[in-house]
């Protein structure tokens, strides 16, 4: 079965920074990933979905690249700001699975300090 | 923008009681999902639907039930609660089998007693 992986589960970084958010899956055979941002205390928001067939997608300061043939996923988010703490989930939909083959990371808890 | 919401955010109940969680999405998604959220173990996958009156097992079914009786709306029951159903739990929903986005709801959060 696919296993995700979120290196690191923490990240504590100044106001200003550029960073990357990493994420590794095992099987290649995808057809999405997806990157959320999780509140405390609150449901997923989507903030990127990437296509099989994409290598990247960019929305606002946020750019998400895939490389399926490595099992890697980055989520580089640019100048950070206070407001993007939180917490940074990536799921796979792959093909072994149906509408249910949907594997999600256990997230990377980021901290931007002001 | 598509919303799913669920009924409610907070939640306490006694062990026994039955307990319904529902939620509702307005972008007529065919796919709906019920996840429960536990630290250390992340989401975990209770049931899905991927049409009205259709329901499949995910990882955990076990002490929950589910309904799709209209489209737009998926509950999640839980016959007699359990002090181990604690729990956060995440409604989503995707539109396309392998292909869709997936939006969540904002979360119930259920203690039991």
């Known amino acids: 079965k696919q296993e995700v992986t979120q290196i690191p589960a923490a990240l504590s970084v100044p106001e200003g920074e550029n960073l990357v958010l990493n994420c590794s899956f095992t099987?290649?055979?995808?057809?999405?990933l997806q990157w959320f941002r999780q509140d405390p205390g609150k449901g997923l928001t989507s903030l990127l979905l990437?296509?099989?067939?994409?290598r990247e997608q960019t929305s606002g300061r946020l750019n998400a690249s895939l490389d399926k043939s490595s099992g890697r996923s980055t989520l580089y988010i640019a100048a950070s700001q206070p407001g993007d703490s939180a917490t940074y989930l990536c799921?796979?939909?792959?093909?072994?699975?149906?509408?249910?083959?949907?594997?999600f990371g256990k997230g990377t808890h980021l901290i931007i300090q002001p | 923008d598509v919303k799913v919401t669920q009924s409610s955010r907070y939640l306490v109940k006694r062990t026994g009681e039955k307990v319904f969680l529902e939620c509702v999405q307005d972008?007529?998604?065919?796919?709906m999902f019920w996840y429960r959220q536990d630290p250390g173990l992340g989401l975990r996958l209770i049931y899905f639907?991927?049409?009205?009156?259709?329901?499949e097992k995910g990882d955990i079914p076990e002490g929950y039930s589910v309904s799709r009786e209209k489209k737009e709306r998926f509950s999640l029951i839980l016959e007699s609660a359990s002090t181990n159903q604690t729990s956060m739990y995440l409604c989503?929903?995707?539109?396309?089998?392998?292909?869709?986005?997936?939006?969540f709801g904002e979360g119930s959060r259920l203690t039991v007693l």
């Open positions: 989503a929903s995707s539109q396309g089998l392998y292909t869709g986005e997936l939006f």
């Open positions: 639907s991927y049409d009205v009156k259709m329901k």
């Open positions: 972008m007529d998604h065919e796919n």
């Open positions: 990437i296509q099989s067939s994409q």
């Open positions: 799921a796979v939909q792959y093909s072994g699975g149906g509408a249910d083959g949907l594997t």
């Open positions: 099987d290649s055979a995808i057809y999405n």
